[in-house]
């Protein structure tokens, strides 16, 4: 057999593969790839009026539907990704829950120039959880029901009660310290 090359043992790769097979062409091509995201994401970064159009639409999923019980993270996850392409009823089912839902509540919007997030914030959550994300002009939600409080009540009713249970004297109370006759004694440091 013939071989054209015969005695020359380079490879005869274009310029183009060997800078794409090289370490410095290889993060080039990220920093370009990454370079071209970060601009479209940029510019497609929904803005608040959007997004908490979007959010109140997939909190009122959320309550509509209120199985606080869940399984597993699986079950939360396919919720929240059925609720960014459904919206919901136009009739709300119980108008009650979204007034319950916005007195007890806050959401707030916070843009950080290549996406946008919403913070849930209550009693519960005095520091905010996030439930909503929104980037490439999607808002996708990480709402959950139990994030939400609706209710307000009392955390221990009758707290100063004595147990009924227990074999008290007369004079002791839940809230007062028993006399430990002089066992432990602070003197300070």
């Not at 994401?41 to 509509?64: G, K, L, V």
């Not at 009660?161 to 839940?174: I, K, L, Q, T």
Request: negative net charge; hydrophobic residues 35%; contains cysteine.
């Amino acid at each position: 057999m013939y071989q054209s090359n015969r005695g020359h043992f380079r490879n005869n790769e274009s310029f183009f593969k060997m800078f794409r097979h090289s370490c410095l062409g290889r993060l080039i091509i990220t920093a370009v790839v990454l370079i071209i995201l970060s601009i479209v994401a940029f510019f497609t970064c929904p803005d608040e009026q959007y997004m908490r159009a979007e959010m109140d639409d997939n909190i009122r999923q959320c309550i509509e539907e209120h199985d606080s019980i869940h399984v597993d993270w699986t079950e939360v996850l396919v919720m929240n990704t059925r609720y960014m392409f459904t919206k919901a009823d136009s009739t709300v089912q119980d108008p009650e829950a979204m007034a319950l839902f916005n007195k007890y509540n806050r959401v707030e919007y916070y843009n950080h120039k290549l996406f946008s997030t919403m913070y849930i914030y209550n009693s519960f959550f005095i520091e905010g959880k996030r439930c909503g994300l929104g980037i490439f002009g999607l808002v996708i939600p990480t709402v959950n029901f139990n994030d939400f409080l609706l209710r307000i009540g009392p955390g221990f009713k009758e707290y100063k009660r004595p147990d009924p249970n227990a074999n008290y004297n007369s004079e002791e109370y839940f809230g007062e310290n028993p006399d430990l006759g002089g066992v432990f004694q602070y003197n300070g440091e």
